[in-house]
C-alpha cells in the first residue's frame, strides 16, 4: 500500500511538472508575439550623388535601430546606370534623382519618390545682389544679359557656370526654368561635377551658378538668390512659390522584410525630420 501511494505521489509531480513547464512554454510564446523582429541584412547602393547626401543619415538612422542592417555605398553611378545595376541585380537600391524616363519605368521595379530636393540659384557671397527674376535667369544663361549691372549690380562681367544636359540639377533648371529650347551662351564654364560647381562659384567673385540648396550653407563663400522673390526654402516649396526641384527616390527590385522595413521608415515622422534638417522637402505621404 505505501508503494502504491509513493508510486501515485511519484506521478502526480511529474503531471504537475508537465503542466507548469506547460504554462512556462506558453507563457514564453505569448511573450515573443509581444517581441519586437530583428531586423539583418547587407544591401548594397549605388545612384545620384544628390540624393545620397540626405539618404545617407537616413540609412545611419536605420542602422542605428537595428545594428545588423548595413550600407554599402557604391561610388561613381549615376540614376540611369544604377537603375540598370539593380535590374541586373549587382545592386540592392538604386537612389534616383530626376523624373524617371518611361524605358526606365520596368514593371519589376518598386519605385519609391522620398523627398524633393530644391536646386538654388548660387551666387559668390561678395556680389551685391540678392535676387533675380526668373527672367533674368534665364538672359544670363543665353548670353543676353553679360554684364552684372545689367540687373542692377555692380559693372563686372557675370561668369556663367553649366553642368552638362544629362545632369539632374540640368534637368530641373531646364524643366522649371530655361526651358528646353533655351541655347546656353558659349562661353559658359562647363563643369562635371556638382563639387567643381560649388568651388568655382566660391572663388569666383562675379559667377553664378546652380545646385542643391542643402550645400549652400557649408559651401562657405556663397549664396543663394530669390528667384521672383522666393527662396528654395521648405515652405516656399510645399507652396509653389519656389519651382526648382528635382525628385529622390529609391528604386528596388526584391524586398525582404527588412528592406519593407526600411522604406516603411523612409516615409516616418523621424525620417521627415531628417530630410529636412538635411535640406530636402519631405513629401506628406507615400504614393
Known amino acids: 500500500m505505501k508503494k502504491v501511494v509513493v508510486a501515485l505521489l511519484f506521478i502526480s509531480l511529474v503531471y504537475i511538472a508537465c503542466l507548469f513547464s506547460g504554462c512556462i512554454n506558453i507563457f514564453s510564446s505569448s511573450m515573443k508575439v509581444d517581441q519586437v523582429t530583428e531586423y539583418n541584412g547587407h544591401f548594397t547602393v549605388g545612384g545620384s550623388s544628390a540624393g545620397m547626401m540626405v539618404f545617407k543619415p537616413l540609412a545611419d538612422t536605420f542602422s542605428s535601430k537595428y ?163 522666393a527662396y528654395p526654402s521648405v515652405d516656399n516649396v510645399r507652396h509653389g512659390t519656389y519651382k526648382i526641384v528635382r525628385p529622390i527616390g529609391v528604386a528596388t527590385l526584391y524586398q525582404n522584410e527588412t528592406l519593407k522595413e526600411f522604406i516603411k521608415f523612409l516615409y516616418s515622422k523621424e525620417a521627415k525630420e531628417i530630410v529636412i534638417k538635411n535640406g530636402g522637402v519631405p513629401i506628406e505621404s507615400k504614393k
Open 67 to 229: 545594428p545588423g542592417v548595413t550600407f554599402e555605398y557604391r561610388p561613381g553611378s549615376k540614376t540611369s546606370a544604377a537603375l540598370r545595376q539593380v535590374n541586373s541585380e549587382s545592386l540592392d537600391i538604386a537612389v534616383y534623382a530626376r523624373e524617371l524616363k518611361p524605358e526606365e519605368k520596368s514593371s519589376k521595379l518598386r519605385f519609391d519618390m522620398v523627398f524633393i530636393d530644391p536646386i538654388a540659384i548660387v551666387v559668390n557671397k561678395n556680389l551685391p545682389v540678392d535676387s533675380l527674376s526668373a527672367q533674368q535667369v534665364k538672359d544670363i544663361y543665353s548670353g543676353k544679359v553679360v554684364n552684372w549691372s545689367q540687373v542692377g549690380s555692380i559693372d563686372a562681367p557675370i561668369i556663367v557656370c553649366d553642368r552638362s544636359e544629362d545632369e539632374t540639377s540640368k534637368i530641373a533648371l531646364r524643366k522649371f526654368l530655361l526651358g528646353n529650347d533655351l541655347e546656353i551662351t558659349p562661353h559658359a564654364v562647363m563643369l562635371e561635377k556638382e563639387t567643381d560647381m560649388i568651388n568655382a562659384v566660391a572663388s569666383t567673385q562675379y559667377a553664378i551658378g546652380y545646385y542643391s540648396a542643402s550645400k549652400v550653407e557649408s559651401a562657405g563663400n556663397s549664396k543663394m538668390l530669390k528667384i521672383d522673390g
